[in-house]
Every structure is written in structure tokens, then in C-alpha cells.
């Protein structure tokens, strides 16, 4: 175990002591600030708004919403860190913002163990795509095609990204053109636009898979795609380090351990309910609710921590 896991561990422990509080024994002082780590209309931030209307609804809560884009989630981190914790400001980000992306800045102020984790709303389902019918639609025709000299490029819209897409070639002896480009959207625009041949996307390919336009050739995640299991795992090729992660929402560290399990349990009241907007959405379009709250959420991102320390590590080497 790493002196920082362990640094983390002891701080997380200590703000996930057990609290048995739900959304009905709190109230918020008053209107909660929902910052938004993605852009305006994808979905990320559709799921996002979901959730906060179905805590409206359910609650009688004022959320109001607002963009903060950029830096991989950091600048929403650092303007949430200026926030009171109090449980009037809340922000969503994906889980590499707290881990590799933070890990990576290495801004003190910026460290998962500055953040209380509310919780996950749908873990990644991040697939190697390309386009049905191209000349890089199976994971077979990639590596001929890069061992015939191609330059295949590979759409990446992360740092982390990128550093696995480098490794995984490595591990299995191929040589990609990593092109980074604005987030899976881009991806998926420069596949269509024939300017990338294969590239990681965390989800929102489900609908261009679902309808054959796309494929995923490869899971980059630990297990097998929802929407494509006969896909091999990264792992299954020879790669050795993932892309898993999820959604969430995230406060301020030190919030009130009542403020932090309302919270969560009003997330996980909307996300669990099958006629709630926000489940139909990630159920079609991210592979389904996957809940995290409490002390599960604390584990899970220790775990991931400690995952991008080590894919730090090996690409600094590398």
C-alpha cells in the first residue's frame, strides 16, 4: 500500500464515519449550486439535470445548475473547493477528475481527499469504437492494419486516455496515431467524419452500437461491454491497465456527515426508480444506474486512486 493510499484512506475513513440520515432528516439552508462539468446538451449534463429535477420533485429542493467546463473537471474541483460545505454546493464529474486528473495536476488543494464523494450515478461502458463496415471494425483488422504500416489513429478525449491507448499499444507491440479531441462526442464526430479510425468513448456510443453504426471492438474496462460481450477486454489482448470509472457527484471536503447522506440518498432515490427520467436516460444511454454511496463510494475511489497512481507511474517510465 502507498504512503498516499494510506493518507487517503485514514482522511476518507474519517469523513465516512456512519451516519444514518436520508433525504427526509435534512434540509438544505438553502438554494444548492449544481456545477456541471460537461458541455451544454451532451449527456452527461442531460443526466445531470435529470437528477436534479427528480430531487425537486421529490424533495422540494432548489437546485440550480451551472456549467464550469474545463481542465478535465479541475476547474469545477477548484471552484468547488471556494464553496461552503454546507450542502448548498454540489458538483458532477467523472471519477478521473478526483484520481488521475488530480493526481496528475498535483495541486495539493486538489486531491480526493479534499472532496466528499455524495455518489456514482453509472459506471463507465468504454469501449475501443469504430465505424460498422470500415476497414478498423474488429480488433483483428486493427492490428493488421498497423502491422501493414498503418498509421491507425486512435481518438482519445483524456490524458488517461491516451496514456492507456500508449501503453496498451506497447503491451501488444502496435504503434497508434493518438489524436486527442474534445470528449466522446469528438470521438464520434471524427470517426463519422473518416479523421479517426478507432477511438475510446464512455458510453455515449451505446445508441450508434445499438443501431449498427458503430462497434466496439475492444472493452476498456474490466468487464464485458453491455452492449457488445463478445468484445475482448483490454486485459484479454495482453493491456494491463484500464480505463473503469464512473459519473458523480461530488462537495466540498469536511461536509456535515447528515448533509453528505441526504444527499446521496436523494441521488440514489432518483437514479434507483425505474420511472424516474433520470434512470431511463442511463439505463439507455450509460449501461444502467450503478449507485455508490457512503462508505461503498469512499472504497471504490481509493481503489481507483490507487489504479491511476500506478498508470502514472508506468507512463512516466514509459
Same mark, same amino acid.
Given at each position: ?6 493518507? +487517503? ?9 456512519? !451516519? ?7 434540509? #438544505? ?35 440550480? #445548475?451551472?456549467?464550469?467546463? =474545463? ?10 473547493? *471556494?464553496?461552503?460545505? $454546507?450542502?448548498?454546493?454540489?458538483? &458532477? /464529474? ?13 495541486? #495539493? ?16 461502458? +468504454? =469501449? ?8 478498423? $471494425?474488429?480488433?483483428?483488422? /486493427? %492490428?493488421? @492494419? ?5 498509421? %491507425? ?19 501488444? =507491440? ?13 470521438? &464520434? ?5 473518416? $479523421?479517426? $479510425? !478507432?477511438?475510446? !468513448? ?34 484479454? +489482448? =495482453? ?8 459519473? &458523480? ?11 453528505? @447522506? @441526504?444527499?446521496? *440518498? ?7 426508480? #425505474?420511472? *424516474? ?13 450503478? %449507485?455508490?454511496?457512503?462508505?461503498? /463510494?469512499?472504497?471504490? &475511489? ?17
Amino acid at each position: 500500500m502507498t504512503k498516499l493510499f494510506k493518507h +487517503l484512506l485514514l482522511a476518507t475513513s474519517i469523513l465516512s464515519a456512519p !451516519v444514518f440520515a436520508n433525504a427526509q432528516d435534512w434540509e #438544505p439552508p438553502g438554494p444548492i449550486k449544481l456545477l456541471i462539468g460537461f458541455a451544454a446538451g451532451g449527456g452527461a449534463d442531460t443526466q445531470a439535470r435529470l437528477v436534479a429535477q427528480g430531487i425537486e420533485e421529490r424533495y422540494g429542493w432548489t437546485i440550480l #445548475p451551472e456549467q464550469v467546463e =474545463g481542465n478535465s473537471g479541475l476547474s469545477l474541483a477548484a471552484q468547488l473547493t *471556494s464553496e461552503p460545505a $454546507d450542502g448548498t454546493a454540489i458538483g &458532477m /464529474v467523472v471519477s478521473e477528475t478526483l484520481t488521475y486528473s488530480a493526481l496528475a495536476a498535483g495541486d #495539493p488543494e486538489l486531491q480526493l481527499d479534499q472532496f466528499t464523494s455524495l455518489a456514482t450515478t453509472a459506471s463507465f461502458e +468504454l =469501449g475501443l469504437v469504430a465505424m460498422t463496415g470500415s476497414a478498423y $471494425d474488429s480488433w483483428d483488422k /486493427v %492490428v493488421a @492494419a498497423a502491422e501493414g504500416g498503418e498509421a %491507425v489513429r486512435f481518438g482519445v478525449a483524456s490524458d488517461r486516455q491516451a496514456d492507456v491507448a500508449w501503453l496498451f499499444g506497447q503491451s501488444v =507491440g502496435l504503434d497508434f496515431n493518438i489524436v486527442p479531441v474534445q470528449g466522446g462526442a469528438g470521438v &464520434m464526430n471524427g470517426l463519422r467524419g473518416g $479523421d479517426l $479510425d !478507432v477511438g475510446w !468513448v464512455a458510453g455515449a456510443q451505446s445508441k450508434a452500437v445499438q443501431q449498427g453504426e458503430m462497434v466496439n471492438i475492444v472493452s476498456g474496462i474490466s468487464q464485458k461491454l453491455g452492449d457488445s460481450p463478445d468484445a475482448p477486454t483490454i486485459t484479454d +489482448l =495482453g493491456g494491463e491497465y484500464l480505463l473503469d470509472g464512473y459519473f &458523480m457527484f461530488i462537495a466540498p471536503g469536511g461536509l456535515d456527515p447528515s448533509a453528505r @447522506a @441526504a444527499l446521496g *440518498s436523494a441521488i440514489a432515490d432518483v437514479l434507483n426508480d #425505474p420511472e *424516474s427520467e433520470a434512470n431511463q436516460l442511463v439505463e439507455s444511454g450509460f449501461g444502467g444506474a450503478d %449507485v455508490l454511496t457512503g462508505e461503498d /463510494v469512499d472504497a471504490r &475511489m481509493l481503489e481507483l486512486n490507487e489504479e491511476a497512481e500506478a498508470l502514472l507511474s508506468a507512463a512516466n517510465e514509459s
